[in-house]
């Protein structure tokens, strides 16, 4: 295990070397009260050179040329300078020979899939906790408030849970990522055989011989799987894929201070009564240091507002229902999960211009005005009907609407109370969830 | 070493616990070392793997592709040929060539150490008699290889059944079977999965199952003489781990029985049996779980239906006691009744307390067993188990041996006349519809209730994987004698029970024998072999880690 990555050990040697400097930052950490009082230790991934097979992979995501059209690689749509999510704003992506097909869903970032465990319906299984985050922040702030309860347990629920796309209709990299190289809309292979025969001219096909045996590049199914497994490979193995390099993740492990406006958004991030944001999108580490992920990997129907701009959206008696269809076809029958999407990570997104499965948010700002005013001004969030009345959960079939979450604060409320969060609140939330961007630098605190 | 610390052992024992064991007189336990053996074996240790099939780790041995950057393998000169793959096997397989595997058509293909995480594959009783199509061998991907996936890193393809690591990646056992003693014709007593693999390992008999509970069909039959024999996998009756849906146990006797009879100390070692341990990831009882770094798949450690003692109440412990001490660990009258945490062991050599019989089972990430488990978690569990025994002073008199339950369906090329039949309409299709072997000609043992013949015992089943790693072991030697996981049963009797046998138509009986791997008149003579834990290399100085 290499808890720390050598970047890190390499600015702990400086800081070790200039004694003195670490005992500044040692007694910094006790006066300020944005340190996290009790630090743990991350147990990030093992960081060590890419193997062949990885090394192949990287070769293979970056690589147009397995694309229809010549321009599409996975990098396209993941981008490397987008924490592996999409460059822009745009929705959903096109693609296809052409450039001209429009997708269906917004592109989900690649970053910290690798834990995802493969989909389940089966007992929500609580997280091993540690740390109770939202006591420290209050203590830390040296204010007084209720604290989140940790460990009351709920009844065990049937939860689907796992996978991955926003459907998880797949549980292994190697089968995701065989999707976007034969969708139409995407890289758009006809079919196996074609891709097999694009693969078959690119530079590296020797290495394919090489690693899998010279039979590998008769097999066109098989040569496929070891390509899409070689991507996966290259998305286990580096570390740019789960680089925990967040402020939030120093912050964890006492080498960085939250501001007062931060803290302030972890707290409402925690507040069961509030936000709840981490009733879903868990923020604590592992007893073991495993970094927290920002998901339960469990499924949620929102009730998001269609977006009107998806052309497959203007098709009005078509219906996105996530887990029960159309892209995901083994439980249609499961209409209880009808309406239903993976919560996503929040690390890095805030740095996103797309929200949601359908792409119909493009600023935080209004992601979490939908949270706050859904139930209590809906107005405020879904369209009005030629009845003049407010299309409440108008991209919901009325079959499914009891599936939809009423349950969960902040969307337990009635029209007219008071919404979860003010402006006030969101604005501290925001600032909270950037601390979850990766690329921090945590000798900024030594210039702080 | 031993007399004298058997005996300060025993004086601790007396003194400190015989009080609070009801009195049990521990001191009356004769030292392992006096016991009586036909060999110079004083202490067998079985490393029970999950899940692998012989020509899936051993199938190109002792070749290596050897790729820049993974661990390096080259045989020694004199390597003894193998059964292994044939050019014609390798290139021109019958499973590329019969088209009724549909998509999955495939040659055997390397998996590269990168690809240690892979999907599992089907080992159900019935889907891999079919696989071996009647000794054709030929319908592996029609038949077994549906595969489930793994973690998010796990490789999977139609064809994957077909795939063998080499000694690029199980490097540790290629290094094993270089200096130590090997069998290329082991198998499974039966085809089918775990818990009938584990219950054959320790009893060589799977008639005389008693149903608690069943939610599905496949985990038992009729065995046509009134009782059932168990063909699939389910948890033992009355263990707070095992499923509330499906559960049973056995009636009859197995090895631990007989070693209780002579006064031999044993114990069954599994990691996740101690259910007061918290991991470091903060679970514990019978949810202690570990993630792996291979996998990066988390796992339950204890899996209650690979724990065999546990189906039959004079060996169970299913409360899950701590044993009194480590110098009681394995000796009768233990509160443990033999049954203990993976840790136990090494603590009770330690104390000086080396059983004569141990069995290990690693945690569930460490086992093998794909879909959850690896080939490298599984060596550096191998590794370390065999580094540390390798350094205490009774390694002179150890042997270890590296089994395996099943063959997890993965494809194996060398098909087992048929030696014990059985004709369940449904569920035997090995040599025709409804039948294992040709009736009223293959042999059929008795159940153990003595009414006769009963049926759900097809085997020999799949190839397996069989190591000796001892300082009696030959060096570089394959063995080709006929030998089952019943051949242990065998040997245990053999060495402590005077030839003894459980009877109830058990296999012991006619098991072939494990000693033509050794070479007991030579002495002590064959050097450790100390392997890296990652890599699965020769090193010189090995870590202290132990696995938990």
Not at chain 2, 219 to 235: C, P
Request: charged share 20%; glycine share 10%; net charge negative.
């Amino acid at each position: 295990m290499g808890p720390v990555s050598g970047k890190i050990a390499g600015i702990l040697c400086v800081l070790l070397a200039a004694g003195l400097l670490l005992r500044y930052a040692e007694g910094a950490s006790f006066r300020d009260p944005g340190m996290n009082p009790h630090p743990v230790a991350l147990q990030r991934p093992h960081d060590g050179p890419l193997s062949a097979v990885a090394l192949l992979g990287q070769r293979i995501f970056h690589d147009p040329s397995l694309s229809a059209s010549g321009k599409m690689s996975c990098a396209s749509c993941h981008s490397p300078e987008h924490a592996y999510g999409p460059p822009d704003g745009e929705p959903v992506r096109h693609g296809g020979a052409d450039g001209s097909l429009q997708g269906n869903r917004a592109v989900p970032s690649l970053r910290y899939l690798y834990r995802t465990p493969n989909f389940s319906i089966g007992p929500d299984v609580n997280e091993a906790e540690n740390v109770d985050l939202n006591k420290l922040a209050v203590q830390s702030q040296g204010t007084v408030r209720a604290v989140k309860t940790a460990g009351s347990v709920a009844a065990p629920a049937m939860v689907p849970q796992g996978g991955l796309f926003w459907d998880g209709r797949a549980n292994t990299f190697q089968t995701q990522a065989m999707g976007p190289l034969l969708n139409p809309a995407e890289m758009a292979n006809r079919d196996t055989a074609e891709a097999a025969a694009r693969l078959r001219k690119a530079p590296y096909v020797e290495s394919f011989a090489q690693l899998f045996g010279p039979g590998v590049l008769k097999d066109p199914a098989r040569l496929l799987d070891e390509a899409m497994f070689a991507v996966a490979r290259y998305e286990v193995e580096d570390p740019s894929f789960h680089p925990y390099s967040s402020k939030y993740d120093y912050w964890l492990e006492g080498k960085a201070a939250l501001t007062e406006e931060e803290l302030r958004g972890l707290r409402l991030f925690d507040d069961k009564t509030k936000a709840n944001c981490a009733g879903c999108h868990v923020d604590r580490p592992g007893r073991d240091g495993l970094p927290p992920l920002f998901t339960d990997f469990q499924y949620e129907a929102l009730g998001v507002p269609r977006n009107a701009d998806l052309s497959v959206d203007r098709d009005l008696r078509y219906y996105d229902l996530g887990l029960c269809g159309p892209q995901r076809a083994d439980i249609r029958g499961q209409t209880q999960y009808c309406g239903m999407f993976r919560t996503p990570s929040l690390r890095n997104t805030s740095t996103r211009k797309v929200f949601f499965h359908n792409g119909a948010y493009h600023d935080l700002k209004d992601v979490l005005a939908f949270y706050a005013f859904r139930d209590v001004q809906p107005d405020k969030i879904y369209p009005k009907g030629p009845d003049g009345r407010v299309r409440k959960f108008d991209d919901v079939p009325a079959a499914y609407l009891g599936n939809v979450d009423v349950m969960d604060a902040p969307l337990d409320r009635k029209p007219g109370q008071l919404p979860a969060m003010s402006d006030a609140d969101i604005r501290d939330i925001i600032a909270f969830l950037k601390t979850l961007d990766d690329g921090y630098r945590p000798e900024q605190l030594a210039a702080r | 070493m031993k007399k004298i610390l058997c005996a300060a052992a025993a004086f601790a024992v007396t003194a400190g616990l015989a009080a609070c064991n009801g009195g049990t007189d521990f001191s009356a336990q004769t030292p392992v070392d006096d016991l009586k053996t036909a060999t110079p074996i004083k202490h067998l240790v079985v490393i029970y793997g999950e899940n692998v099939s012989f020509d899936h780790y051993y199938g190109t041995y002792p070749t290596a592709t050897n790729p820049v950057g993974e661990p390096q393998f080259t045989a020694k000169a004199g390597t003894p040929a193998i059964r292994g793959f044939t050019p014609a096997l390798l290139n021109n397989n019958p499973n590329l060539t019969n088209a009724a595997n549909g998509t999955g058509v495939s040659n055997p293909f390397r998996l590269d150490r990168s690809q240690a995480a892979t999907a599992d594959m089907n080992h159900d009783y019935t889907a891999e008699q079919l696989a071996y199509d009647n000794g054709a061998a030929d319908l592996f991907p029609k038949f077994t290889g549906t595969a489930e996936t793994g973690g998010t890193g796990a490789f999977g393809t139609t064809g994957l059944v077909m795939g063998y690591y080499d000694g690029n990646t199980v490097t540790a056992l290629w290094n094993y079977s270089q200096h130590f003693a090997m069998s290329d014709n082991a198998y499974s007593d039966q085809y089918g999965p775990s818990t009938p693999g584990a219950i054959n390992v320790i009893a060589g008999q799977t008639n005389g199952f008693v149903l608690g509970k069943s939610s599905f069909p496949g985990e038992f039959i009729d065995d046509g003489q009134g009782g059932l024999t168990l063909t699939g996998d389910i948890d033992p009756t009355g263990d707070p781990c095992s499923s509330t849906t499906d559960f049973g146990s056995f009636s009859g006797k197995n090895i631990g029985d007989l070693l209780n009879d002579q006064g031999v100390t044993w114990g069954w070692f599994e990691g996740g049996f101690s259910l007061s341990v918290m991991n470091s990831n903060g679970s514990t009882g019978c949810g202690r779980t570990t993630t792996s770094s291979v996998t990066n798949a988390t796992k339950v450690d204890y899996i209650p239906h690979h724990q065999p003692f546990q189906y039959y109440a004079s060996t169970a412990n299913l409360k899950h006691l701590r044993p009194n001490s480590p110098n009681t660990i394995g000796i009768k009258g233990d509160q443990g009744n033999h049954q203990y945490d993976l840790t136990d062991f090494f603590a009770a050599v330690k104390a000086g307390n080396y059983p004569a019989v141990s069995f290990l089972k690693a945690s569930g990430f460490q086992d093998a067993h794909a879909g959850y488990s690896d080939p490298l978690d599984e060596q550096t569990f191998v590794t370390e188990v065999i580094n540390f025994l390798e350094q205490q002073p009774d390694w002179k008199s150890t042997a270890v041996l590296i089994v395996y339950d099943d063959s997890d369906g993965w494809y194996d090329h060398q098909f087992a006349t048929v030696g014990n039949g059985s004709f369940d309409a449904t569920v035997d299709q090995l040599t025709a519809s409804g039948a294992c072997g040709v009736k009223g000609t293959t042999a059929q043992a008795d159940g153990v209730a003595g009414k006769g013949a009963v049926n759900g015992r097809c085997g020999p089943g799949a190839r397996q994987p069989f190591l000796v790693v001892s300082p009696y072991a030959k060096a570089n030697f394959v063995d080709h004698t006929l030998i089952t996981q019943a051949s242990v049963v065998r040997f245990i009797e053999d060495n402590w029970l005077g030839g003894k046998r459980l009877g109830g138509g058990s296999f012991d009986a006619s098991s072939g024998s494990i000693d033509g791997m050794f070479d007991f008149a030579g002495g002590a003579k064959n050097p450790v072999l100390f392997l890296d834990t990652d890599l699965g290399t020769p090193v010189t100085t090995p870590s202290s880690d132990l696995p938990k």
